[in-house]
């Protein structure tokens, strides 16, 4: 739910009684991931999607159920080949959907409504809901912090078992480190044996960080695509009448700084994308030498194939190993026969996304890849926030 958590937030503040439904896993090709919610408050109002579309009416009238009863229940849509009208996905997926009431005298509001502030003011959060487990615990939420601290609906926990709380917190708190969402299987008591214990981990983060350097047109154009995928937008460059707001009026920062000097500075991490659109050697060598031995999602470098060549023979020079350059995308983005600074903007941002979750980059009319690729790593984590 907490990707709608500052509208959610505002519901909170104005005392609104609402039901959430929530992804907790799909299967096949699901068109959302879980994570994604769908609210419906005691007016009808509804905010959201679980589906594309397709059962989003099935999960209203769950929503306005659970607003009824105050039960928290745990529904699974699929697509029926014996009864085309029947209430299913198009696209042949499975999708499990988790309903949870949240009025003013329900245990959970608390922490779910602390969870939802700390979303909308951009901090990092993690909400740990039970989805399946013995009588009692479903719809049971916990709050979990960076640093490891905790809040529960129940007693300061989630009311069955202090070690349970304490085993979810800790795997909370990983997912959360990773930016993730996810679910968990747990023993009943917080152990890996005894009765199973289903939760599922919202994790929210500050968004991810775009750094482009290189204050020319295309990285005007690049700062409006990143922002509409959900980037912090920097925009650093050494020339102070190039790098300025006027130029660049999206960017949610701007930085008149040598790049590597910057680079060597500011804080990233396993989200971050590097854009280099200098194609100076004299800027590109320097930050370059510093960005491929960073562990940040993405390193790019514009132009020619020539200017690669050059710029990869520079590297080797000052003492980057192959495997060092092997992480670079040079000449940056994916072949779109791109022009303008739009086009060109939109290539590199298609790399970005294909190369965060997995894409080959090929049409996909004739094709036989997925069309959603699963995360690379699944060690008990099942998407990607």
Request: contains cysteine; proline residues 6%.
């Amino acid at each position: 739910m907490l990707d709608i958590a500052e509208e959610l937030n505002r519901w909170v503040g104005q005392g609104r009684d609402f039901a959430v439904a929530t992804v907790v896993a799909v299967g096949g090709s699901a068109p959302r991931q879980p994570g994604a919610a769908l609210a419906v408050d005691a007016d009808g109002t509804a905010i959201g999607s679980v589906s594309g579309g397709c059962v989003e009416g099935a999960v209203y009238e769950l929503c306005r159920q659970a607003l009824k009863d105050g039960e928290t229940v745990l529904e699974r849509f699929g697509y029926s080949d014996e009864d085309a009208f029947a209430v299913g996905l198009t696209c042949g997926g499975v999708i499990d959907i988790l309903v949870t009431p949240v009025r003013a005298a329900d245990p959970a509001r608390p922490v779910i409504a602390a969870t939802l502030a700390a979303a909308a003011r951009g901090e990092a959060a993690a909400l740990a809901r039970i989805v399946a487990g013995p009588a009692g615990l479903p719809g049971r939420a916990l709050l979990v912090r960076p640093d490891g601290s905790y809040d529960g609906s129940y007693d300061g926990g989630y009311g069955a078992h202090p070690e349970l709380d304490r085993t979810v917190a800790a795997e909370a708190r990983a997912l959360l480190d990773a930016g993730r969402t996810g679910t968990l299987e747990i023993g009943a008591r917080g152990a890996r044996c005894g009765a199973p214990v289903t939760v599922l981990v919202e994790s929210s983060v500050p968004p991810p960080r775009m750094i482009v350097f290189g204050a020319i047109d295309f990285a005007a154009a690049l700062v409006r695509v990143g922002k509409f995928l959900g980037y912090h937008v920097t925009v650093c460059d050494a020339r102070p009448v190039f790098a300025t707001r006027t130029r660049f009026p999206e960017a949610d920062e701007i930085v008149v700084e040598w790049p590597h000097t910057y680079l060597e500075r500011t804080g990233t991490d396993g989200r971050t994308v590097l854009c280099v659109l200098t194609h100076d050697a004299k800027f590109d060598v320097p930050l370059l030498k510093v960005a491929l031995r960073l562990p940040v999602a993405y390193v790019g470098a514009m132009g020619s194939r020539r200017t690669h060549l050059d710029r990869a023979r520079r590297l080797r020079e000052v003492g980057l190993t192959e495997r060092e350059l092997s992480r670079l995308r040079s000449p940056i983005g994916l072949d779109l026969g791109a022009r303008t600074p739009e086009e060109t903007a939109l290539s590199i941002a298609a790399e970005i996304v294909a190369t965060r979750h997995g894409g080959t980059g090929t049409t996909l009319t004739g094709g036989h890849t997925p069309i959603h690729h699963e995360p690379t790593t699944r060690a008990r984590i099942d998407s990607v926030a």
